[in-house]
């Protein structure tokens, strides 16, 4: 049996399916780790965190910011369910950085488990949003 060339991959939001492309290769913000996926990767079910998730075709990467979800990774298709993935130039720098802040507050201000970590989620989140925007500012100043 040959190994497939290329992976499917779909990132699909409850509102939208955001990508469905052939790509070569993928990184998943695994729960325990970065979880990287070639074609012919071994069948697996995974629990994704807040984080990078980021695709390459050729030498091209695409960068998104993922919520909480999963992944069904097969030897040629990888199948991402998220409650958010955002793109790069999507994202509202000023209104992350707002964000990034006020989930801080709150996490210093939080009285029960539960409010300190969602607050901590959400700074988590806004991190991201922040990290994967600069990367892709800077790449386009370059």
């Not at 998943?28 to 979880?35: D, V």
């Not at 993922?66 to 990888?78: I, N, Q, R």
């Not at 955002?86 to 201000?109: C, F, M, S, Y």
């Amino acid at each position: 049996m040959s190994l497939p060339k290329a992976l499917t991959l779909d990132i699909v939001t409850p509102d939208k399916a955001i990508v469905h492309d052939e790509v070569d290769e993928v990184q998943l913000p695994g729960w325990e780790g970065a979880l990287g996926i070639l074609p012919g990767h071994t069948p697996l079910l995974a629990m994704l965190k807040p984080g990078e998730l980021w695709f390459r075709k050729g030498r091209e990467k695409t960068f998104f910011v993922l919520d909480f979800g999963m992944a069904e990774v097969l030897p040629d298709k990888v199948t991402v369910l998220v409650r958010l993935a955002d793109k790069p130039e999507d994202i509202d720098v000023a209104g992350q950085e707002a964000d990034r802040k006020a989930a801080e507050r709150e996490l210093h201000t939080a009285v029960n488990v539960q409010d300190a970590e969602r607050a901590r989620i959400a700074m988590l989140t806004a991190m991201m949003k922040l990290r994967v925007a600069e990367r892709v500012r800077m790449k386009r100043s370059i």
